[in-house]
């Protein structure tokens, strides 16, 4: 079955420093999401790809995030300077078409510790 | 501001009894509903999705949609242990799905 693939599962860093995240989405599709669980909270949209291009970036803290799908197959989320209230569960998705959503598949998330 | 209300639980239900999950929806455009399972630590599982009135049954699990309303429920039959989660509510347009804040479910022994 295709996956959605994410890395690292895990990643502790000091506030401060700079942090990557990495999703692989499902061959073909090419509707990319990430979304920000806080622990106790639903999932929240941060950014929105179609292809190599982003559709919704409203939520996304530019001043301190910023997300790129350069050859508009995987992606790559950051962070920099991270800050306590970082610390959450950063899942990826996709699906093959805009439009109408008959949902999508997480991967299995990166967990941030900001310390 | 596009928000699907839930509420947070914990929902404790009896081994074999039914669990009820309920949802609200702010936004009448919306046209496909989910409910995802999350487990402690692990990211979320779609397991129905409903988008027209009425029920829709997968084996032990039932979604239940009435646009008017602007609510969605999901039954779970025969609760087992293995069912404790917590069960997010989303909802889409032609949109990014939006969720609410998760249900958590606890199927006593």
């Known amino acids: 079955e295709a996956e959605v693939a994410q890395s690292p599962r895990y990643k502790i860093t000091e506030k401060s420093q700079a942090v990557a995240f990495w999703c692989d989405p499902i061959?073909?599709?090419?509707?990319l999401y990430w979304y920000r669980q806080i622990l106790g909270q639903g999932p929240e949209l941060l950014v929105q790809f179609q292809d190599e291009s982003v559709v919704d970036d409203s939520q996304l803290p530019k001043d301190r995030f910023s997300a790129e799908r350069l050859k508009g197959v995987d992606s790559t989320l950051k962070i920099q300077p991270a800050e306590l209230g970082d610390s959450a569960m950063y899942l990826c998705a996709s699906s093959p078409v805009p439009g109408f959503n008959y949902g999508y598949t997480f991967g299995s998330g990166t967990r941030l510790t900001v310390v | 501001q596009k928000e699907v209300e839930q509420n947070s639980g914990p929902l404790s239900v009896p081994e074999g009894a039914i669990a009820s999950l309920n949802c609200t929806y702010s936004d009448r455009g919306s046209q496909s509903f989910f409910w995802y399972r999350q487990y402690s630590g692990k990211s979320p599982e779609l397991i129905m999705s409903i988008y027209s009135n009425g029920d829709k049954e997968d084996g032990r699990f039932t979604a239940q949609l009435n646009k008017a309303s602007q609510y969605v429920s999901l039954l779970i039959r025969d609760s087992q242990p293995s069912d404790s989660a917590t069960y997010l509510c989303?909802?889409?347009?032609?949109?990014?799905?939006?969720f609410g804040k998760g249900t958590r479910l606890s199927v006593i022994a």
């Open positions: 989303a909802a889409s347009g032609n949109t990014p799905l939006v």
């Open positions: 061959s073909g599709h090419a509707t």
